[in-house]
């Protein structure tokens, strides 16, 4: 076809995840360079430009970017790659420096999810985060110690010991508002946490452990449950379940997955999730935790979409100037998720309440 008749929309940004993906193989229309840049500037808003990249030459000749947008794009590759260079060092020193203290760990998403990705080098990463094994009090007092004006939360706190990764220090992996919820999610987290330091990862420096694949589609749904009341979540983390469903492990241990998950009264978002996996990314229903729902999937995908990348994108995310303001701004903003999500947002904000005179009972910034 014509330059003149491709259209740009969110559809066509889905078919170049999907070629990326290696589930399709070209455009119906070839873009231009202006309609490049575009789904250049959409891919960087959900954090996605390296596993885009990545996929680019599997396009047909005509179809692939202008030399002008590819040289930018490969810039940010080349970052990218020496970022996760970076971040396995990291992880691992991390890691090591910990287990020589008296707290084996874990490593959450980053390097443990790039694993699962076919050049683990193009994932985007941010952090690392690495959940503790041991007394929360003992953990949170090893870091302070250190950092004594830390901000604490109930399940992490920073440890800024270095200048170029930040270090989340979890106590647990995550968490739920809910406070029922929340009691049947840390014992799932307690029944597996000597199983986990016994699930070797191998990077380039060294061996960490990583969540089991178990744990995993527990952790990471939580996670992104937990961020879409927060801030918002982007297409990344949405990529990171796509390619752990994909496991052969994640198959043998779907269903009681799914136990947990409904345990938890998640089956709902659950399914909204899967929806969006089978929307954006093609994943066949065979391989889902559930059957998907496209109503509450849909209003998932609107959410993303809009908010990009942890919410960095949405207005509807400007911090008021007192925390009291961000209190009521958050309040307001979760009201939206009320049909679909009852329970946690009816519980956030007492959650909110509990976890500040938890930090001031204990002395905490």
Known sequence: MLIMDFELTTETFFRLIQISLDVADRFDATPDIQHW???????????????IYGGLDRLPEDQRPPKAVLINWHAEASRIQHRNRLLDHVSVWTSTRFQKEGFPGVILKGQANARLYPDPSLRISGDVDIWLQGRREAILGYVLRRFPKQRVQWHEVEFPVRSDVTIEVHTTPSFLFCPTDNRRLQSFYRSHAQEVLQNHLALPEGDVNEPTTLVNLVFQLTHIYRHLFYEGIGLRQLMDYYYLLRTPEAQACREEALTVIRSLHMERFCQAVMWVLGYVFLLPQTEMLALPDEREGSFLLDEVMRAGNF?????????????????????????RFLRSYPREVLCNPPYRIAQFAWRKWKGYR
Not at 45 to 51: E, K, M, N, P, Y
């Open 37 to 51: 840049q575009r789904l250049l500037d959409e891919s960087r808003r959900q954090t996605l430009t390296g596993i």
């Open 311 to 335: 919410g960095r994108y949405d207005e509807r995310n400007n911090m008021k100037t007192s925390a009291w303001g961000n209190f009521w701004q958050i309040t307001n903003r979760n009201l």
